[in-house]
């Protein structure tokens, strides 16, 4: 064979070069692809849960806390339930979480984010219905709490939201405590003291809790709301209560107490951290502020209840044009003749109650 014929027949084909080039493109496509894999593992362990990338997008703008402020925040998620407390000595508390809808969930997740929260100290659901537990367990996932002070029920799957919930409370790590009258919470000096205590439920197994009537076969809407817990916040000077779901029936058990007792019946002394005893005894006649019960039902907010707490400011947190014409209109006239000034979620938006050092308190819409 002659040199150039062999020359010839030892060069490479047009198509293995071209083979080769196409093997450089997917491996480098691969490579690409792999990169992309190893930043979004990277983002979601150490920068962002990629389920929750979208809570970065979205502005919400929510004023600082001043030193020294205590602020609640209604936020406005519709036909639900959901505050943020901030305590004057940077502690946080969520209460309730909203409903189960994509809209109330990124209303809570945004706005705890504009609040710069990255763990709860406190997790508070006031009882077991969708529309109060529904974002929570997203709220547990992505921030997390310390302590969960949760209502006692026997029926773990009683709705898809409070079983979401109790499955996200024991995945988190969350010290969990049944609300109960007596259950507190204390500032940890006394600079700025606040303490938050339970009036309701009595304990599980206690003559008439209501606990008891809403794990019994049988139970109805009204007992399930009535094992609410209801709360007495004070710091300042300044009381806020929050009832949850209450109907007029568990405010006749608060009545009927307080009527009988006194500051006594909710009252008790406590060993606070800094190694002092301080009595405990809220006082229901010098009610500041009321979160109002049930979304403004007809069956809550009771001529007597109001007559007895007659609140300056009244928070009522529900959905616009909801089907339940919440809040209702005898609910607005008791407050009105109460003297209470209302505040409305489905009217304005997002409620920002805000106490000063010195007792002092403004309310705005955010």
Same mark, same amino acid.
């Given at each position: ?83 943020? @407390? ?7 508390? @969520? ?7 994509? =809209? ?8 705890? !984010?504009?609040?710069? @929260? ?57 010290? =969990? ?30 003559? &008439? ?34 009832? &949850?779901?209450?109907?007029? !029936? ?14 006594? =019946? ?26 109002? =019960? ?26 616009? &044009? ?26 304005? &938006? ?17």
């Amino acid at each position: 064979m002659k040199k150039d014929e062999t020359a010839i027949t030892n060069k490479p084909s047009g198509g293995g070069k071209q083979k080769n080039r196409r093997l450089r493109i997917a491996a480098a496509a691969l490579a690409a692809v792999l990169l992309a894999v190893c930043i979004l593992l990277a983002v979601n362990a150490f920068v962002y849960p990629l389920r929750y990338l979208w809570v970065l997008f979205g502005k919400v703008s929510v004023p600082p806390r001043q030193e020294g402020e205590l602020r609640v925040h209604f936020l406005d998620v519709g036909q639900g339930d959901c505050a943020v @407390i901030e305590f004057p000595d940077g502690k946080t508390m @969520i209460v309730d979480g909203g409903d189960e809808t994509r =809209a109330s969930r990124q209303t809570v997740l945004r706005y705890i !984010r504009a609040l710069g @929260i990255e763990k709860f100290d406190f997790l508070l659901l006031t009882h077991t219905d969708g529309d109060h537990a529904g974002g929570l367990d997203d709220v547990l996932a992505l921030y997390g709490a310390d302590t969960a002070f949760v209502p006692y029920c026997t029926r773990p799957s009683i709705n898809d939201s409070y079983s979401d919930f109790t499955r996200a409370l024991s995945e988190s790590g969350s010290k =969990a405590e049944i609300s109960h009258l007596y259950t507190h919470v204390l500032s940890d000096t006394p600079e700025n003291f606040y303490y938050l205590t339970f009036l309701s439920p009595l304990s599980p197994g206690l003559e &008439g809790s209501f606990y008891d009537k809403a794990n019994a076969d049988g139970a109805t809407a009204e007992d399930i709301n009535d094992a609410s817990a209801v709360f007495w916040l004070e710091y300042a000077g300044r009381s806020i209560l929050f009832t &949850g779901d209450i109907t007029s !029936r568990a405010e006749e058990f608060l009545l009927s107490a307080y009527t009988d007792l006194g500051a006594e =019946a909710f009252g008790q002394t406590v060993s606070a951290p800094w190694g002092e005893k301080i009595r405990l005894a809220p006082e229901l006649e010098d009610l500041d502020f009321l979160k109002v =019960a049930h979304h403004g039902s007809a069956q809550s907010s009771s001529e007597e209840f109001l007559r007895m707490t007659a609140p300056e400011a009244a928070f009522v947190s529900a959905g616009t &044009g909801n089907g339940y014409g919440h809040p209702s209109a005898e609910t607005l006239s008791r407050l009105s003749a109460a003297g209470a000034e209302i505040f409305r979620t489905d009217e304005s &938006g997002t409620i920002l109650l805000t106490i000063g050092k010195d007792g002092s308190y403004t309310v705005e819409y955010t």
